[in-house]
């Protein structure tokens, strides 16, 4: 309804001005009407209306004067006593009227007298032998009532029409408001059923390409994505009390059998105890692992980005895992296609690169091959991990880097791993904006490919 106010506001300022034009109209042929009728009045003389028959004859030229005219006429002398009356009613009579008085003193004036819808017009008249002589007015009073009559029509027609464009716009908009309010309000309700933890709840009835549309499926895409981690969050959480219950349970069992036992070797004591300090390392390892993960996944620390020589970072971590190498008598061979420096966190990417040789030595059977290689163009540096050991299925790599995923849980027992090395190099890279892909076959080892900008931003 604000938006027609100004409509109405023209229409009403417009209405202003068709008064004023046809008042002015009025006035304007009045007061030549009352000039005229203030000159014949003026040539017959008021000093001459004593004569027998002169006043009938003044009120009888008046009164048909005032039928060609269309005003009622009134002539006052100079005594403000009405001599001749077009409508016969004051004759006679000594009224005051403002206006004659005004004409009377020589000043000719024009009133609107809106209560009575009628025009006023007063003109001094002169005599006709000494022009500065006032010997009395005439007063024209026209009806008004046509104009404002047709004015008020006009008016309560522009209201009809301005009530009726309000009331359709009215509609209008409530049917459009409804229209577009009623997608929102069934994502309103979704998010708040999600407030409450129902993260399955779903926009249903998505339709079109409109902006409620992508909303719809934006807001499902991140409702998915937040259902699927808080599923990640609940395995973790699973995966983590498991992986810390096996140790505790095998301690307990271990501390118990020691404790119930009278005269227990020593030899015993000392192979309970070397077993319950190989749970604590295994305690340990799953320790540091999980901070690991925490540290790289808390990004709003940033990295401690500076250059680094990745041939060297290379070297470095295959000489610290070769005595591992060395006990599985595997080939541990280094590939430096070319020298490269990039930007990196040198702990966090060493860390990643690490995990990935060390899984490849852990799963290559005695006597096999692990090769690192390093090459780079002039956007990426590329450092694959390929070995010789037991493979990957084609359904297993895409779960490979989640947490605590293990392919071969028997196996990865014997080696000692935490089933978080890989999620962890996964972070890393992820973090330095790099990829991390996998390529195997059962029995046909793996290849890791890691890439990774050579410069930031």
Known sequence: MLSLSPLAVFFFIAIAHIETDY??????????????????VGAQGFDMLDMPGRTWSLQRDMRERSTEWGFRVLVFNDG????????????????FIPEVVRAIRGDDNTELRRDERALYVAVTVTSDRDATERSGAVLLVGSVEDIFQSLDDLRNRLLLIISLVGLGVAVVVFITANTLIRPLRRILRVVQRMATGQ??????????????AILGI????????????????EEFVSNVSHELKTPLSSMKVLSESILLQE??????????????????????????????????????????????????MVEDILRRLSPLSEQKHIALIYDDVRPVQIDADEIKLTL??????ENGIKYTPNGGTVKVSVDADHQFVYISVQDTGMGIADTEQT??????????????RETGGTGLGLAISHAAIIAHNGTIRVSSRPDEGAVFMVRIPIRRG
């Not at 993260?199 to 409620?212: A, N, S």
């Open 399 to 412: 779960k490979i880097f989640n947490r605590f995923y293990r392919v071969d849980k028997a196996r990865d």
């Open 23 to 40: 008042l002015y109209e009025r006035t304007s042929e009045m007061q030549i009407t009352a000039a005229l009728a203030a000159n014949i």
């Open 263 to 312: 005269s227990v070797p020593e030899a015993m004591y000392r192979e309970f105890l070397q077993d319950i300090v190989n749970e604590v390392d295994r305690m340990t390892s799953i320790n540091n692992d999980l901070l690991s993960l925490v540290r790289i996944d808390q990004r709003e620390q940033g990295l401690n980005i500076a250059p680094v020589s990745i041939n060297k």
């Open 218 to 233: 934006s807001f499902n895409s991140m409702a998915e994505k937040l259902e699927q981690v808080e599923k990640t969050r």
């Open 352 to 357: 990643a690169i690490s995990n990935i040789v």
């Open 199 to 212: 993260l399955d709840q779903r926009v249903t009835d998505i339709k079109g390409r409109d902006e409620y």
């Open 80 to 95: 403000m006593q009405v001599i001749s009356d077009s409508a016969d009613l004051r004759t006679g009579t000594t009224p």
